[in-house]
């Protein structure tokens, strides 16, 4: 059976994440806090800051950038989107 948490980003209970994401006090905040669907969303907006604008995540201050970014987008605050990015039509 697959667990649940009170996702922080959608505030209702939602399917959890099955292993902490990211080692450290981080992942444990975001393993009991974030749901499964806000972190794969979370991963596809960070794909798309990376290849937008061209981070390295051997630079410090890139992976600080996308920390910042990644808190904003879970506490429902203005984050940084791809610039340009037009999603498909369904």
């Not at 009170?6 to 981080?26: A, H, I, N, S, V």
């Not at 979370?42 to 798309?48: D, E, F, G, I, R």
Request: net charge negative.
């Amino acid at each position: 059976m697959s667990r649940t948490v009170f996702c922080r980003k959608y505030q209702k209970d939602l399917e959890g994440l099955t292993m902490l994401p990211m080692p450290g006090p981080k992942g444990q905040d975001i393993y009991e806090n974030i749901s499964k669907q806000a972190w794969d969303e979370w991963q596809h907006q960070q794909t798309m800051l990376i290849n937008e604008k061209h981070l390295s995540m051997m630079d410090p201050n890139s992976r600080k950038y996308l920390q910042a970014q990644m808190e904003r987008f879970f506490n429902n605050e203005p984050f940084d989107k791809a610039e340009g990015y037009v999603p498909p039509e369904k």
